[in-house]
């Protein structure tokens, strides 16, 4: 089955720190989502990516799809970045598509 | 736009309960609609798939039935609750393509 690992689980920064998650994933995976856990639970899209580089403002994420791993760029970190980070990745069901998530990492950014 | 509402938010049920949690989408036709479970920690399991209206796939042996009466409807049901269905239960569609999950906001469920 389809295997994806984060790292690190759990990350703890200062306000205004850079940091950078990983995903390991493997083979049968034919694209990427990263998710933010917000506190209320509610799972927010930061991207959907299966190969290359996309930003949004002070994120950034890249998968190298033939390494099998995407990152995850946080710059400038703020308190409302905390949260739990998840990585997923897709499958083929049917003639639906599952995801399947990462076991996360939980980032916790100090003012 | 498209739009995703699930509800309630959040639940308190006593064991041997009926459920029923139900999720809606907007702006879209035909979705793909899914049913994640969100234990204590953090992983999510996948529960139920739908690709249409009546057809609907378990991943999981359990306690839960879903339903999908209508083309943007899906519902999660229970005709009696177990301790062990409390979690977070979130409710997702995609569409045909390449296109990524959107989820719901989630319900929290306590049975007691």
């Known amino acids: 089955g389809i295997q994806v690992e984060q790292s690190p689980p759990d990350l703890i920064l200062q306000e205004g720190a850079n940091s950078t998650l990983r995903c390991n994933f493997s083979d049968s995976v034919n694209n990427l989502q990263w998710f933010h856990q917000n506190p209320w639970g509610q799972l927010i899209n930061l991207f959907y990516?299966?190969?290359g580089t996309k930003q949004n403002g002070r994120l950034s994420a890249t998968t190298v799809a033939t390494e099998r791993y995407s990152l995850l760029y946080i710059s400038s970190s703020q308190t409302t970045d905390s949260g739990v980070y998840f990585c997923?990745?897709?499958?083929?069901?049917?003639?639906?598509?599952?995801?399947?998530f990462g076991s996360g990492t939980q980032l916790t950014v100090l003012p | 736009s498209q739009t995703i509402h699930q509800w309630p938010a959040t639940l308190v049920q006593p064991v041997g309960s009926p459920l029923s949690l139900e999720c809606t989408v907007e702006g879209t036709s035909n979705p793909n609609l899914y049913w994640y479970r969100q234990a204590a920690g953090r992983g999510l399991q996948l529960l139920f798939y739908s690709v249409g209206i009546g057809q609907i796939s378990s991943e999981v042996p359990q306690n839960l039935s879903a339903s999908r009466p209508q083309d943007r409807q899906f519902i999660l049901s229970s005709k009696k609750l177990l301790l062990s269905d409390s979690g977070f239960y979130l409710c997702a569609w995609t569409g045909w393509g390449d296109y990524g999950y959107t989820f719901g906001s989630g319900t929290r469920l306590t049975v007691v």
């Open positions: 997923a990745a897709f499958s083929t069901l049917g003639s639906a598509r599952q995801l399947t």
């Open positions: 990516i299966p190969s």
